[in-house]
């Protein structure tokens, strides 16, 4: 736990070492997902950097920034377990002094999925994961898979910009029911969090269907819509689209992202699949 | 003269061997002013690169992007003169694949001055200058004095993304009658060029009358005006800021930027200086 300056100079330190830096931007409360990332990191790099770091830039001035769970005391422990090498914590004044002006963006992805209806959203992804880059330096940052297009985007800006980064995606790790791990879920009252893990099932009955053949995305939506709707979701969207471009598939097909986002009362719940 | 990938490896090499790297970006139809940035680098770093790169993003529709003017055999003769080691002419396509998604911007202070008639220029400016920064990973870059606003732009992204680059901003050189060199310059008739002296008289005025005690920027402006307007200058703006932040001020003082853009014909043109 660090501040910006001490940890610019260590990185700057393991750098001239000519170690490999693995980067796990988080923000924090960490769960199972969270540190099946950090174990990546840690199998393919020599100094694993994690940071915790609630980004106020991507938060709309309605949503949860202020009561989004926090615990750095496990959080660190978890980390230290995990011996990870370094646990950046900035303030949100480091990152964002009172003259901060400069943002990045990636436009049209920014605009899908999850991007319609939180409208800066990645805008402020993209901002502070460009600037933990530039702070930590890494070779490789890993980022989860169940914010698939976050993914996108981040891949997108590392390429669009030459950044020397390879960024790695994990993989969604589950409850035993099938419920995506998420910070977010202690929101869930314990009839919302069994209703929950509908989307999962949703989204597996249409990994099912596509094997047996079928093949239509609108009848895929209404589906999964119909099953989701039952158990008292209100669907924010449901996506069939290109892995790569994010593009609405006029078929099913090997490759194919189905990702939703679903609020059971006031949380909003993200899981996706790749047929 | 090289492609992205060979001057990536380059740069690669060149850290490796310990060298500080000094860049100056360039649009490149080179004069004094470049050649005296370049001069710059040249002292402060072990490794100069300079970049030529007629950068679409940062032109609108109307503007002058195809007629620019371009002497790519000149600019390599005269940097070589000048013991550039490294002279980077990216293809449009390298920069901005079909694919390319991703801008960055510097809020509030793209929009004054030759932000307000001129609203993507200055983020076309930063998204190509940082790409340009994480191709060539200067330990120095060197911005021109003319457009001030840039370099104060510039300085705030790379402040605000934590960019380890010191950015050097040279001074104006100007013909002997006064006017600012400037590529653009060749488009101006004899009577233009001739009217177009009026700009730095008219800066020169105003700072001689502050050392005499002036200090209202009303009139500083409605002076600057008047002389302008008689040499058939159409005044696009005329601003009295402070040099930092760029907002108005009430009171002309030291460290007061009076920067102006007026078109002779078609062609437009910027001076400044500093009280």
Redesign the interface.
Known sequence: MRT?AKT?RLVKKVKANGKTIGFVPTMGYLHEGHLSLVRIARRKSQFVVVSIFVNPAQFSPHEDLAKYPRDMKRDVALLRKEKVDLIFCPSVNEIY?P???????????NRLMCGASRPRHFQGV?TVI??LF??VKPDIAVFGAKDYQQGVIIK??TR?????IKIIIGKIIREKDGLALSSRNIYLSPRQRKNATILYQALRRIRYDFRQGFSDPRRAKTMMRQMIEKKNGRINYIAVVNKNTLSPVKKLGAGTLIALAVFFGKTRLIDNTIL
Chains 1, 2 share one sequence.
């Open positions: 910006l610019k002094p003259d901060y002006k400069t943002y990045v963006y990636v436009k049209k992805l993209t460009l600037n530039n702070i997108c800006m669009n910009l030459n950044l020397d």
